[in-house]
């Protein structure tokens, strides 16, 4: 029998806070996955496939037969003295670009980080594939996507940077949007400005010209008085009649408390503008509710929201008004057992999933414990994560965080989640992207509208 001491330690000891302990942490085990390859530019990718299927109870596997399977990759040698930050993906059907081919364009975006400082941002870069990820071209730094001199302040000091951003396809459009947020980084410190306020930026890629447009900020009305708002890190949605609804949050400064909300906004192709907001939620914990991200699935709208103990939920009817926030649980009841970082979600016509991390019995040398990645299926009426889905989808590797990711629907076939681990190796191809194939296809890809 464990002494109370023993088990005391068992259980984290003081590292366990008021997030209720994992019964069976150890089920899904990670693995060492790839076996040494030769860095090359861009064409060839380490890989190694993982088969399987979801692991689903009799009454879940009874409504529904969708299983996947899972292969990761490793991309993009890492710059000198820095390392890609903040990787995101998102894929165009091949009717915006080209009307001869078959295959979507995927853009993939990212940012190089200095090695030394805390949100030491520089400018976003952006990578081409036109045969879903299998070579690429770039990446290539993007001069309208650039950092910005602040003016008014220490020459040459300070800068605003886009960071945090998510690219996706907006079909009524026929444009990329990019859409993240500001920072305001001091060349001295290599971190953020303490107390520095925030805009929500956004970019435009034209799959005609293969061209960015220099990135603007979302102009809020002079009623809105809060300086620090942000879309970072959040996945959003497009309405039927091409209407944005945007996932974002605001607050005094980086370190207050945050409230979340969605903005209705307008997008004509070239501007991004905002027209309302709904419920705000707020949670006098830490920081509050940040780095919200926005599902639909069938016709209920999931938002899942950031905070430093524990991630919560939401659910609407409109996209704009959410029910009171909830913690994630598991079907058995139990808490996530995440914390201080971002979810993002999988939508298939199918099923919907969340992608989080989470505490686990073998990733206690981690940031947060921000490796590695699950994903587990979401059940639509008890608005809980089936526990017996809960797979790894992309697997620890060493003691690297892989907090900052995307999730993205490629093809009907294929879903990716990408992200850039952290690492302290020069040239390492630090950025994955981890293929969830799907056994049925997803039918919200290919039902995605044709440019207008």
């Known amino acids: 029998m464990l002494s109370i001491l023993s088990f005391f330690l068992l259980c984290g000891g003081f590292n366990m806070p008021v997030v209720a302990q994992q019964r069976r942490l150890d089920q899904v085990q990670s693995q060492s996955l790839y076996a040494s390859a030769p860095l090359d530019s861009i064409a060839v990718a380490d890989k190694q496939p993982h088969e399987g299927s979801i692991a689903l109870d009799e009454e879940s596997r009874a409504n529904t037969k969708l299983d996947y399977t899972i292969e990761t990759e490793h991309f993009f040698p890492c710059p000198a003295d820095q390392f890609w930050f903040q990787a ?21 975006t990212m940012q190089p980080h200095g090695m030394k400082g805390t949100h030491n941002y520089k400018g976003i870069v952006s990578a081409k594939s036109d045969d879903i990820g299998k070579t690429w071209e770039g990446p290539t730094m993007q001069p309208a996507l650039n950092l910005r001199e602040m003016k008014g302040r220490e020459s040459g000091r300070f800068y605003e940077v886009p960071v945090d951003a998510t690219p996706q396809y907006h079909p009524k459009s026929g444009k990329l949007l990019l859409i993240g947020a500001t920072f305001n980084v001091d060349r001295k410190t290599k971190r953020d400005v303490p107390g520095g306020q925030s805009n929500i930026f956004y970019a435009v890629y034209d799959p005609q010209t293969a061209r960015w447009a220099p990135w603007k900020t979302v102009d809020f009305p002079n009623s809105f008085h809060w300086p620090y708002k942000r879309s970072g890190c959040v996945q959003w949605l497009e309405e039927s009649n091409g209407e944005v609804l945007l996932p974002f949050y605001f607050g005094e400064h980086n370190n207050s408390i ?24 707020k949670l006098d914990t830490g920081r509050g509710m ?19 103990e524990a991630p919560y939920l939401s659910t609407s009817p409109d996209g704009l008004h959410f029910s009171e926030a909830k913690l994630w649980r598991f079907d058995d009841g139990e808490e996530l057992a995440s914390y201080n970082t971002q979810q993002h979600f999988m939508t298939h016509s199918q099923a919907l999933f969340l992608v989080y991390t989470r505490r686990a019995a073998d990733n206690g040398d981690v940031m947060r414990h921000r490796a590695p990645l699950y994903m587990a299926q979401i059940d639509p009426k008890m608005h809980r994560l089936l526990r017996a889905t809960e797979r790894i989808v992309v697997p620890k590797e060493g003691s690297a965080a892989m907090g900052n990711f995307g999730v993205s629907a490629i093809t009907p076939q294929e879903s990716w989640v990408v992200v850039a681990k952290r690492t302290k190796t020069a040239g390492e191809k630090n950025v994955i992207i981890s293929r969830i194939r799907w056994n049925t296809p997803n039918s919200l890809v290919s039902e995605q509208a044709k440019p207008q």
């Not at 165009?92 to 995927?106: I, K, L, Q």
């Not at 945050?258 to 939620?281: M, N, P, Q, W």
């Not at 940040?290 to 430093?308: G, I, V």
């Open 88 to 108: 995101r993906a998102a894929a165009m059907p091949a009717s915006a670009f080209d009307s001869d081919r078959s295959t979507p364009r995927v853009i993939l």
């Open 258 to 281: 945050h409230y979340s909300a969605i903005a209705r906004c307008k997008f004509d192709g070239e501007t991004l503008s905002y027209v309302e907001h709904g419920s705000e939620h």
């Open 290 to 308: 940040s780095e919200p991200s926005l599902a639909k699935f069938k016709d209920e709208y999931y938002l899942t929201m950031r905070n430093d």
